[in-house]
């Protein structure tokens, strides 16, 4: 399942439609006319771009304790656009942030 999480965030970077923002959330997908999209906070890309820099979520503004990389938000984004998706695993942290495939394909072992 990683390489389909995989092959569908590059598809969208051929197509110009993975974008990454400044601030704001973490990231968020979606379709349109044009079809599926996605956005990482650019923190992913300049901070946390590896397991060995790794940035950690926070819940309403306090510290999570709960780590993730550039690789783990991908893999979470593209889950959200794969047809049949269960959604996240739970409502409260950490498990609001984990998906059913998502944490397969995380590069931090203490997720």
Known sequence: MCAVLADS???LLARGTLRLHPGGGS???GR???GSYMTINQVFATHGFDANNPIELEDN???SGYFVTLQFMLAHEAEHL???N???IGSLAP???KMQHTTA???IANN
């Open 86 to 88: 269960s959604g996240h």
């Open 61 to 63: 503004h306090v510290p």
């Open 9 to 11: 965030a590059e598809a």
């Open 95 to 97: 498990n609001k942030w």
């Open 82 to 84: 794969i047809a049949g």
């Open 105 to 107: 394909c995380d590069d």
């Open 27 to 29: 990231g968020y997908t």
């Open 32 to 34: 349109d006319a044009s």
